[in-house]
Antibody, heavy 120, light 108 residues
């Protein structure tokens, strides 16, 4: 059973930095691609970026200047860092898995999500 | 354009068939994936590629394509199918993932 678990602060200040971690099943970090997706309250899904199995990254052009996704193989986890926060970054943040052999960019397993609120 | 367009609201009578659509220029080149999201839950992949389904997804949910439009068809709609449905696909560059704004399905 695939498990992804998001963790991190749920309240961050405007102009601050959001740092989230997604813990995945042991030994799977190098065998899948890993994505972050967010959902503002009452809104739709927004792709943030992807960490490939070869450790390369790919970001949403609208967020690229503020986003970093990286991995920690020793902890079976990958992380999201988003800087210069505003209220518009308030959202549920999901981590999601993409099969390495995918050609359709399907996200076949998702974490439960973590609600992050940007407020002073 | 990298935009995927979905009808905001669709309704279906219990037991009937409904089609949820997703339009976009990138769909002439790339397949879409479909996600079901019930209130308070994470999205769930229900269809992708050329009519593929993850294990555990009933075959009354099926995906199809025509031109620039991807469709998710739900046959014999059940109360449990009431949810938001999102399509996702590559943008026209092929390098980024984009989602439609979602369709709220109501089962009457």
């Amino acid at each position: 059973h695939v498990q992804l678990q998001e963790s991190g602060p749920t309240l961050v200040k405007p102009s601050g930095t959001l740092s989230l971690t997604c813990t995945v099943s042991a030994d799977s970090l190098n065998t899948f691609h890993w994505n972050w997706v967010r959902q503002a309250p009452g809104k739709g899904l927004e792709w943030i970026g992807c960490l490939y199995d070869n450790a390369k990254t790919n970001y949403n052009p609208s967020l690229q200047s503020r986003v970093t996704i990286s991995r920690d193989t020793s902890r079976d986890s990958f992380s999201l860092r988003l800087t210069s926060l505003t209220a518009a970054d308030t959202a549920i943040y999901y981590c999601a898995r993409e099969p390495r052999n995918s050609s359709d960019w399907e996200l076949d397993s998702w974490g439960r999500g973590i609600l992050v609120t940007v407020s002073s | 354009s990298s935009k995927l367009t979905q009808d905001p609201v669709v309704s279906v009578a219990l037991g009937q068939t409904v089609r949820i659509t997703c339009q976009g220029d990138s769909l002439r080149t790339y397949y879409a994936s479909w996600y079901q999201q019930r209130p308070g839950q994470a999205p769930l992949l229900v269809a992708y590629g050329r009519n593929k389904r993850p294990s555990g997804i009933p075959d009354r949910l099926s995906g199809s394509f025509s031109g620039n439009t991807a469709s998710l068809t739900i046959a014999g709609a059940q109360a449990e199918d009431e949810a938001d449905y999102y399509c996702g696909s590559r943008d026209t560059s092929g390098n980024h993932l984009v989602f439609g704004a979602g369709t709220k399905l109501t089962v009457l």
